[in-house]
Nanobody
Framework: VQLVESGGGPVQAGGSLRLSCQHSGLDSDDYFDDYVIGWFRRLPGKEREGVAVIRRSGTTYYAPAVKGRFIISSDDAKNTVDLQMNDLKPEDSGVYYC????????????????????WGRGIQVSVSS
């Protein structure tokens, strides 16, 4: 399994960014029959945290801090999972990671970084005030 993030960068508060995760290898094993792909972030001085996750079947999960501002979507034809981030705030600044695994349908499981075995390298998002 390989995951590659793109689309980060600097943006002013109130602006938008779209992150994209290009994935491969998730369809090659029955273990990933209904895999999830998520976006996580590490904010300065904090532990990595869940942002938004989408299941192959379409179910989505959002952290309370981003619900209503961020939208996660997938394009099966392109093997991408995008994170549209709107109304960005300085406190959204950090390194954003894409991760994937085969996890059950449970918010308290899919939003926990420690439950994922496959990770991208991360991409920086910087929101200035």
């Amino acid at each position: 399994v390989q995951l590659v993030e793109s689309g980060g960068g600097p943006v002013q508060a109130g602006g938008s960014l779209r992150l994209s995760c290009q994935h491969s290898g998730l369809d090659s094993d029955d273990y990933f029959d209904d895999y999830v792909i998520g976006w996580f972030r590490r904010l300065p001085g904090k532990e990595r945290e869940g942002v938004a996750v989408i299941r192959r079947s379409g179910t989505t999960y959002y952290a309370p801090a981003v619900k209503g501002r961020f939208i996660i979507s997938s394009d099966d034809a392109k093997n991408t999972v995008d994170l549209q981030m709107n109304d960005l705030k300085p406190e959204d600044s950090g390194v954003y990671y894409c991760a994937a695994d085969g996890l059950e349908d449970n918010f308290n499981i899919v939003m926990v970084p420690a439950n994922y075995n496959y990770w991208g390298r991360g991409i920086q998002v910087s929101v200035s005030s």
